[in-house]
Protein backbone atom coordinates (compact mmCIF):
# COMPACT_ATOMS: atom_id res chain seq x y z
CA UNK A 1 0.00 0.00 0.00
CA UNK A 2 1.43 3.44 -1.19
CA UNK A 3 2.19 5.95 1.84
CA UNK A 4 0.08 9.11 2.11
CA UNK A 5 2.58 12.08 2.30
CA UNK A 6 1.98 13.70 5.52
CA UNK A 7 3.71 16.60 7.67
CA UNK A 8 6.79 15.12 9.47
CA UNK A 9 5.57 14.43 13.55
CA UNK A 10 8.07 14.99 16.01
CA UNK A 11 8.18 14.39 19.57
CA UNK A 12 9.49 16.34 22.72
CA UNK A 13 9.99 15.46 25.85
CA UNK A 14 12.11 16.84 28.78
CA UNK A 15 13.99 13.79 31.26
CA UNK A 16 15.49 14.04 34.51
CA UNK A 17 15.75 17.58 37.01
CA UNK A 18 14.00 20.26 35.67
CA UNK A 19 16.04 23.51 35.19
CA UNK A 20 15.50 27.24 34.51
CA UNK A 21 14.99 27.00 29.64
CA UNK A 22 13.50 23.68 29.70
CA UNK A 23 9.97 25.78 28.22
CA UNK A 24 12.08 28.33 25.84
CA UNK A 25 13.71 25.53 24.42
CA UNK A 26 10.27 23.64 23.69
CA UNK A 27 8.77 27.31 22.35
CA UNK A 28 11.77 27.63 20.26
CA UNK A 29 11.38 24.24 18.60
CA UNK A 30 7.60 24.15 17.94
CA UNK A 31 7.49 27.93 16.81
CA UNK A 32 10.19 27.48 14.13
CA UNK A 33 9.25 24.02 13.24
CA UNK A 34 5.69 24.75 12.78
CA UNK A 35 6.98 27.08 9.54
CA UNK A 36 8.63 24.37 8.16
CA UNK A 37 4.80 22.21 8.22
CA UNK A 38 5.97 20.17 11.18
CA UNK A 39 3.75 19.20 13.49
CA UNK A 40 4.58 18.39 17.40
CA UNK A 41 3.80 16.15 20.15
CA UNK A 42 4.60 16.58 23.97
CA UNK A 43 5.09 13.60 26.09
CA UNK A 44 4.44 14.42 29.80
CA UNK A 45 6.90 13.40 32.43
CA UNK A 46 9.64 12.52 29.80
CA UNK A 47 10.69 8.68 28.87
CA UNK A 48 7.51 7.62 31.23
CA UNK A 49 5.01 9.46 28.53
CA UNK A 50 6.24 7.43 25.92
CA UNK A 51 6.26 4.17 27.87
CA UNK A 52 2.16 2.43 27.41
CA UNK A 53 0.00 4.35 28.72
CA UNK A 54 1.36 6.66 26.51
CA UNK A 55 0.79 10.87 27.88
CA UNK A 56 0.65 13.26 25.20
CA UNK A 57 0.10 17.14 24.93
CA UNK A 58 -0.53 18.26 20.72
CA UNK A 59 2.24 21.23 20.56
CA UNK A 60 1.37 24.19 18.73
CA UNK A 61 2.35 27.77 18.41
CA UNK A 62 -0.66 28.61 20.77
CA UNK A 63 0.36 26.43 23.18
CA UNK A 64 3.79 27.36 23.72
CA UNK A 65 2.83 31.14 23.55
CA UNK A 66 3.99 33.20 26.80
CA UNK A 67 5.83 29.98 28.12
CA UNK A 68 9.50 30.66 27.55
CA UNK A 69 10.17 33.18 30.73
CA UNK A 70 8.80 30.30 32.99
CA UNK A 71 10.26 28.11 34.90
CA UNK A 72 10.06 24.23 35.13
CA UNK A 73 8.59 22.65 32.03
CA UNK A 74 5.28 22.34 31.06
CA UNK A 75 5.99 18.20 29.98
CA UNK A 76 6.44 17.91 33.32
CA UNK A 77 9.62 15.57 34.01
CA UNK A 78 11.15 12.72 36.12
CA UNK A 79 14.60 11.38 37.14
CA UNK A 80 12.86 8.18 37.93
CA UNK A 81 10.91 5.28 35.79
CA UNK A 82 11.81 2.61 33.77
CA UNK A 83 14.54 4.57 31.32
CA UNK A 84 16.98 5.09 33.84
CA UNK A 85 20.49 5.14 32.03
CA UNK A 86 22.74 5.86 34.27
CA UNK A 87 24.29 5.11 37.89
CA UNK A 88 26.23 6.91 40.56
CA UNK A 89 29.31 8.65 38.96
CA UNK A 90 28.32 8.09 35.39
CA UNK A 91 28.29 4.74 34.86
CA UNK A 92 26.03 3.65 31.82
CA UNK A 93 22.83 1.09 32.80
CA UNK A 94 21.41 -1.13 30.34
CA UNK A 95 17.97 -0.06 29.64
CA UNK A 96 15.83 -3.63 29.09
CA UNK A 97 15.63 -4.41 26.02
CA UNK A 98 11.71 -4.61 26.08
CA UNK A 99 11.35 -1.16 27.45
CA UNK A 100 13.47 0.05 24.62
CA UNK A 101 11.08 -1.93 22.08
CA UNK A 102 7.89 -0.74 23.74
CA UNK A 103 9.24 3.18 23.66
CA UNK A 104 10.07 2.66 19.59
CA UNK A 105 6.41 0.74 19.05
CA UNK A 106 4.48 3.18 21.03
CA UNK A 107 6.78 6.07 18.75
CA UNK A 108 5.58 4.19 15.88
CA UNK A 109 2.08 4.01 16.39
CA UNK A 110 1.63 7.57 17.25
CA UNK A 111 3.41 8.05 13.37
CA UNK A 112 6.56 10.34 15.54
CA UNK A 113 9.31 10.35 12.96
CA UNK A 114 11.78 11.61 15.34
CA UNK A 115 12.15 12.80 18.80
CA UNK A 116 13.98 15.71 20.56
CA UNK A 117 15.11 14.56 23.88
CA UNK A 118 16.08 17.55 26.15
CA UNK A 119 17.92 16.33 29.13
CA UNK A 120 21.48 15.43 31.06
CA UNK A 121 23.89 12.58 30.72
CA UNK A 122 21.77 10.39 31.98
CA UNK A 123 18.73 11.12 29.83
CA UNK A 124 21.21 11.42 26.71
CA UNK A 125 22.36 8.09 27.69
CA UNK A 126 18.73 6.79 27.27
CA UNK A 127 18.49 8.23 23.73
CA UNK A 128 21.19 7.12 22.58
CA UNK A 129 19.86 3.64 23.74
CA UNK A 130 17.13 4.48 21.68
CA UNK A 131 18.87 5.95 18.41
CA UNK A 132 20.52 2.27 18.64
CA UNK A 133 17.32 0.22 18.16
CA UNK A 134 16.36 2.53 15.00
CA UNK A 135 14.82 6.01 16.45
CA UNK A 136 15.93 9.11 15.05
CA UNK A 137 16.73 11.18 17.98
CA UNK A 138 18.33 14.64 18.61
CA UNK A 139 19.75 15.63 22.26
CA UNK A 140 19.29 19.02 23.80
CA UNK A 141 21.66 19.73 26.91
CA UNK A 142 20.25 20.72 29.79
CA UNK A 143 21.65 20.26 33.09
CA UNK A 144 22.70 23.02 35.86
CA UNK A 145 25.82 21.04 36.83
CA UNK A 146 27.11 21.97 33.18
CA UNK A 147 29.34 18.95 33.21
CA UNK A 148 28.65 17.21 29.65
CA UNK A 149 32.40 17.70 27.70
CA UNK A 150 30.57 18.05 24.79
CA UNK A 151 29.61 21.63 24.70
CA UNK A 152 30.76 24.46 26.38
CA UNK A 153 27.68 25.22 28.39
CA UNK A 154 24.33 23.90 29.12
CA UNK A 155 21.46 25.94 29.62
CA UNK A 156 19.86 26.16 33.14
CA UNK A 157 23.97 26.38 34.49
CA UNK A 158 23.70 30.00 34.08
CA UNK A 159 20.63 30.76 36.25
CA UNK A 160 21.82 28.63 39.01
CA UNK A 161 24.86 30.26 39.33
CA UNK A 162 22.78 33.25 39.83
CA UNK A 163 21.01 32.06 42.16
CA UNK A 164 24.10 30.67 44.64
CA UNK A 165 26.04 34.14 44.31
CA UNK A 166 22.52 36.15 45.45
CA UNK A 167 22.32 33.80 48.02
CA UNK A 168 25.99 34.30 49.41
CA UNK A 169 25.74 37.91 48.86
CA UNK A 170 23.05 37.94 51.79
CA UNK A 171 24.75 35.53 54.16
CA UNK A 172 27.96 37.51 53.87
CA UNK A 173 26.35 39.95 55.88
CA UNK A 174 25.24 37.88 58.50
CA UNK A 175 28.46 36.21 58.83
CA UNK A 176 30.47 39.59 59.19
CA UNK A 177 27.87 40.76 61.82
CA UNK A 178 28.12 37.39 63.76
CA UNK A 179 31.46 36.44 63.21
CA UNK A 180 30.35 33.24 62.13
CA UNK A 181 31.27 30.33 59.46
CA UNK A 182 28.52 29.70 57.00
CA UNK A 183 28.48 26.98 54.92
CA UNK A 184 26.62 26.94 51.50
CA UNK A 185 25.78 23.85 49.84
CA UNK A 186 24.89 23.63 46.35
CA UNK A 187 24.50 20.88 43.60
CA UNK A 188 27.28 18.81 42.25
CA UNK A 189 27.52 15.40 43.02
CA UNK A 190 30.41 14.21 40.63
CA UNK A 191 31.69 17.92 38.94
CA UNK A 192 32.42 21.74 40.91
CA UNK A 193 31.17 24.09 38.56
CA UNK A 194 28.42 25.51 40.28
CA UNK A 195 30.19 25.66 43.49
CA UNK A 196 33.67 27.11 41.89
CA UNK A 197 32.27 29.51 39.54
CA UNK A 198 29.93 31.16 42.28
CA UNK A 199 32.14 30.67 44.80
CA UNK A 200 34.85 32.91 43.21
CA UNK A 201 32.17 34.98 42.04
CA UNK A 202 30.37 35.64 46.00
CA UNK A 203 33.83 36.12 47.45
CA UNK A 204 33.49 32.71 49.78
CA UNK A 205 36.70 32.04 51.61
CA UNK A 206 36.59 28.31 50.92
CA UNK A 207 35.65 26.44 47.36
CA UNK A 208 35.30 22.70 48.25
CA UNK A 209 34.55 20.35 44.81
CA UNK A 210 34.46 16.64 44.31
CA UNK A 211 37.39 16.80 41.71
CA UNK A 212 39.93 17.97 44.57
CA UNK A 213 39.43 16.16 47.86
CA UNK A 214 41.05 17.87 51.19
CA UNK A 215 42.22 17.32 54.53
CA UNK A 216 39.86 18.52 57.23
CA UNK A 217 42.50 19.36 59.38
CA UNK A 218 43.94 22.12 56.40
CA UNK A 219 40.45 23.71 56.39
CA UNK A 220 40.46 24.05 60.35
CA UNK A 221 43.71 25.29 60.57
CA UNK A 222 42.59 27.46 57.72
CA UNK A 223 39.47 28.95 59.51
CA UNK A 224 41.70 29.48 62.69
CA UNK A 225 44.15 31.70 60.54
CA UNK A 226 40.72 33.69 59.55
CA UNK A 227 39.98 33.96 63.36
CA UNK A 228 43.28 36.79 63.03
CA UNK A 229 42.20 38.53 59.76
CA UNK A 230 40.64 41.77 59.79
CA UNK A 231 37.54 40.02 58.69
CA UNK A 232 37.34 37.21 61.28
CA UNK A 233 33.91 35.52 59.54
CA UNK A 234 34.25 33.22 56.14
CA UNK A 235 32.25 31.75 53.96
CA UNK A 236 32.81 28.37 52.53
CA UNK A 237 30.94 27.22 49.28
CA UNK A 238 30.49 23.38 49.24
CA UNK A 239 28.98 21.37 45.99
CA UNK A 240 27.15 18.63 47.38
CA UNK A 241 29.49 15.58 46.61
CA UNK A 242 32.69 17.33 48.33
CA UNK A 243 35.46 14.53 48.94
CA UNK A 244 38.13 14.80 52.17
CA UNK A 245 41.04 12.63 51.62
CA UNK A 246 39.98 8.78 51.90
CA UNK A 247 36.20 9.21 50.86
CA UNK A 248 32.95 11.60 50.72
CA UNK A 249 31.97 13.81 53.14
CA UNK A 250 28.96 11.76 52.45
CA UNK A 251 27.90 8.68 51.76
CA UNK A 252 25.06 9.19 50.23
CA UNK A 253 21.37 8.27 49.89
CA UNK A 254 20.08 5.79 47.36
CA UNK A 255 17.03 7.02 45.30
CA UNK A 256 16.21 5.53 42.18
CA UNK A 257 19.01 4.22 41.30
CA UNK A 258 20.86 7.14 41.63
CA UNK A 259 22.81 8.00 44.71
CA UNK A 260 22.37 11.87 46.08
CA UNK A 261 24.96 13.68 48.63
CA UNK A 262 22.90 16.23 49.94
CA UNK A 263 23.38 17.74 53.04
CA UNK A 264 27.29 17.37 53.42
CA UNK A 265 27.42 20.95 54.42
CA UNK A 266 25.74 19.66 57.91
CA UNK A 267 28.37 16.73 58.18
CA UNK A 268 31.26 19.02 58.18
CA UNK A 269 30.24 21.06 60.61
CA UNK A 270 29.69 18.03 63.07
CA UNK A 271 33.50 17.21 61.67
CA UNK A 272 34.89 20.73 62.36
CA UNK A 273 33.00 20.67 65.74
CA UNK A 274 34.23 17.84 66.78
CA UNK A 275 37.78 18.52 65.65
CA UNK A 276 37.49 21.82 67.32
CA UNK A 277 35.10 22.04 70.05
CA UNK A 278 33.66 25.51 70.45
CA UNK A 279 36.71 27.44 68.46
CA UNK A 280 33.95 28.47 65.59
CA UNK A 281 30.21 29.32 66.05
CA UNK A 282 29.00 27.52 62.48
CA UNK A 283 26.06 27.42 60.24
CA UNK A 284 25.21 25.30 57.01
CA UNK A 285 22.55 26.95 54.62
CA UNK A 286 21.43 24.24 51.61
CA UNK A 287 20.27 26.19 48.40
CA UNK A 288 18.71 22.59 47.07
CA UNK A 289 16.10 23.01 44.54
CA UNK A 290 16.01 26.71 44.55
CA UNK A 291 19.22 26.31 41.96
CA UNK A 292 16.72 24.85 39.31
CA UNK A 293 13.54 26.58 39.99
CA UNK A 294 12.45 30.59 38.64
CA UNK A 295 13.26 32.34 36.02
CA UNK A 296 15.24 31.62 33.08
CA UNK A 297 17.87 34.42 32.90
CA UNK A 298 18.50 36.04 29.62
CA UNK A 299 22.01 34.39 28.99
CA UNK A 300 19.93 30.68 29.37
CA UNK A 301 16.82 32.04 27.87
CA UNK A 302 18.78 32.93 24.88
CA UNK A 303 20.57 29.63 24.64
CA UNK A 304 17.64 27.60 24.66
CA UNK A 305 16.16 29.24 22.38
CA UNK A 306 19.34 28.49 20.19
CA UNK A 307 19.33 25.10 21.22
CA UNK A 308 15.74 24.75 19.93
CA UNK A 309 16.05 26.14 16.86
CA UNK A 310 18.76 24.05 16.10
CA UNK A 311 17.61 20.89 16.79
CA UNK A 312 14.97 21.37 14.14
CA UNK A 313 17.76 22.43 12.04
CA UNK A 314 18.92 19.18 12.40
CA UNK A 315 16.00 17.43 11.68
CA UNK A 316 15.95 19.29 8.57
CA UNK A 317 19.22 17.98 7.74
CA UNK A 318 18.08 14.31 8.54
CA UNK A 319 21.29 14.42 10.91
CA UNK A 320 19.82 11.85 13.49
CA UNK A 321 21.70 10.82 16.40
CA UNK A 322 23.40 13.44 17.36
CA UNK A 323 23.38 16.54 20.14
CA UNK A 324 23.07 19.89 19.67
CA UNK A 325 26.10 21.69 21.06
CA UNK A 326 27.60 25.31 21.95
CA UNK A 327 31.56 25.47 20.59
CA UNK A 328 33.33 28.87 20.66
CA UNK A 329 29.82 30.46 20.92
CA UNK A 330 28.79 28.76 17.68
CA UNK A 331 25.94 26.14 17.36
CA UNK A 332 26.88 22.73 16.12
CA UNK A 333 26.17 19.45 16.46
CA UNK A 334 28.12 16.68 17.55
CA UNK A 335 27.75 12.68 17.77
CA UNK A 336 25.19 11.76 20.61
CA UNK A 337 27.95 8.99 21.56
CA UNK A 338 30.21 11.81 22.18
CA UNK A 339 28.02 13.85 23.81
CA UNK A 340 27.78 10.89 26.96
CA UNK A 341 30.80 9.49 26.43
CA UNK A 342 32.80 11.27 29.13
CA UNK A 343 31.98 13.72 32.15
CA UNK A 344 33.18 17.57 31.82
CA UNK A 345 35.27 17.84 35.09
CA UNK A 346 36.99 21.25 36.86
CA UNK A 347 40.81 20.63 36.66
CA UNK A 348 44.03 22.21 37.50
CA UNK A 349 44.17 24.60 34.36
CA UNK A 350 40.44 25.76 34.73
CA UNK A 351 40.92 29.93 34.32
CA UNK A 352 38.47 29.78 37.97
CA UNK A 353 40.35 27.01 40.07
CA UNK A 354 43.65 29.11 39.00
CA UNK A 355 42.11 32.74 39.94
CA UNK A 356 40.98 31.21 43.11
CA UNK A 357 44.26 29.55 44.00
CA UNK A 358 46.22 32.90 43.64
CA UNK A 359 43.58 34.96 45.14
CA UNK A 360 44.27 32.62 48.57
CA UNK A 361 41.11 30.87 48.60
CA UNK A 362 41.48 27.50 50.16
CA UNK A 363 40.73 24.76 47.32
CA UNK A 364 43.30 22.69 47.89
CA UNK A 365 43.87 19.42 46.04
Known amino acids: ?27 AAVKYGTTLGYEF ?4 RGYEGVLSPTDTLELTPDTVRGISHLGGTILHSTNHGRFGAKKGEGEVARIPDEVLQEAKSNLESLGIDWLIVIGGDGSLSGALQL ?16 DLAATDQTFGFSTALSVAVDAMDRVHTTA ?12 G ?35 RERKHQPTTSAIVMVAEGAIVEGGRVSDGVIAGGETHYGGVSNQLVRMIEAMAPGEFEMRATILGHMQRGGTPN ?23 RTMVSLRDNDILLVPLDEAVSKLKTVGPDTLEYRTARKLGVFIHA
Open 41 to 44: IGFR
Open 1 to 27: MERTERPIRVGILTAGGDCAGLNAVIA
Open 131 to 146: SEIGVNVVGVPKTIDN
Open 298 to 320: ARDRNLARAYGVAAIDAILENQA
Open 189 to 223: RNTGWIALKAGLAGGASAILVPEFPFHIEDLVEFL
Open 176 to 187: TSHDRVLFVEVM
